[in-house]
């Protein structure tokens, strides 16, 4: 039983490293498009910026849950 608990330890991790790729993604595809998006539209920059930021928290969000699921279903 000993060797069941290594592996259940070493499946947590490997799903929070799974879990950390679509945030990654998503933050990368978020600044991308808005920088993007503020060097067509200098005039729009703010209302460009608000938005990132909203986007960012919700993405980091997601990978917040991701980093406490393992513990909240841990044993």
Do not use: C, K
């Given at each position: ?30 600044f991308g498009n808005s920088v993007q ?22 993405t980091e969000a997601l990978a917040l ?11």
């Amino acid at each position: 039983m000993q060797n069941l608990a290594e592996v259940t330890g070493s499946v947590a991790s490997i799903g929070y490293g799974l879990a950390a790729i679509g945030p990654g993604i998503g933050l990368g595809l978020i600044f991308g498009n808005s920088v993007q998006a503020m060097a067509r539209q200098p005039e729009a920059a703010g209302l460009v910026r608000t938005n990132m930021f909203i986007g960012l928290a919700v993405t980091e969000a997601l990978a917040l849950i991701g980093i406490v699921m393992p513990f909240v279903f841990g044993r």
